[in-house]
């Protein structure tokens, strides 16, 4: 163990879990100060199976949907989180929330849907699939259609 390993069992070991919850928000802002956003996403890809592990997402998301439409601290909530996430990336040029969702959201539903019970999959898994595909699709020509249909039935 190094010699960094073992100040920190010191330290946190004489913290509380509340000193800990709020020494945590202080760190983490300190601490991501000079990280790019790719920084950041290979960080999160790294530490959340770590942070998710024992978490029972579906009780865990309803919590924190009310809290951010709410708009807990004064932040403006999710629409105001939304309205900045939907801004360009200046990299990519691509709208922030789109390039974290076609990231975030086919891990979210490799953890969720396993633990989804039967009949709901049979409901939610349709219904995804064809907004998907409807969606998908939108302005391409008909030949684009045709060949991204081909793709999704070649992995399927």
């Given at each position: 163990?190094?010699m960094?390993d073992?100040?920190m069992?010191?330290?946190?070991?004489k913290?509380s879990?509340?000193?800990?919850l709020?020494?945590m928000?202080?760190?983490?802002?300190?601490?991501?100060?000079?990280f790019?956003?790719e920084d950041k996403?290979k960080m999160?890809?790294?530490?959340?199976p770590?942070?998710m592990?024992?978490?029972?997402?579906?009780e865990m998301?309803?919590k924190?949907m009310?809290?951010?439409?709410?708009g807990?601290e004064?932040?403006?909530g999710m629409?105001?989180?939304?309205?900045?996430?939907?801004?360009d990336?200046k990299k990519?040029g691509?709208?922030?929330?789109?390039?974290?969702?076609t990231?975030?959201m086919p891990?979210?539903?490799?953890?969720m849907?396993?633990?989804?019970p039967?009949k709901?999959?049979?409901?939610?898994?349709?219904?995804m699939v064809s907004i998907?595909?409807?969606?998908?699709?939108d302005?391409?020509s008909?030949?684009?259609?045709?060949?991204?249909r081909?793709?999704?039935?070649?992995?399927?």
């Open positions: 163990m190094g960094m073992e100040m069992d010191a330290m946190m070991g913290l879990k509340e000193e800990k709020e020494m928000s202080t760190m983490m802002e300190k601490f991501l100060a000079g790019t956003v996403q999160m890809e790294k530490m959340m770590k942070m592990e024992g978490v029972n997402m579906m998301m309803p924190m009310m809290n951010m439409m709410g807990a004064g932040n403006g629409m105001g989180m939304m309205s900045k996430m939907m801004g990336d990519t691509m709208p922030m929330m789109p390039q974290m969702m990231g975030m891990v979210c539903l490799e953890m849907l396993p633990s989804l039967k709901e999959r049979g409901s939610f898994v349709p219904r998907l595909m409807d969606k998908g699709c302005g391409m008909e030949k684009e259609k045709k060949d991204l081909a793709k999704v039935l070649k992995k399927s």
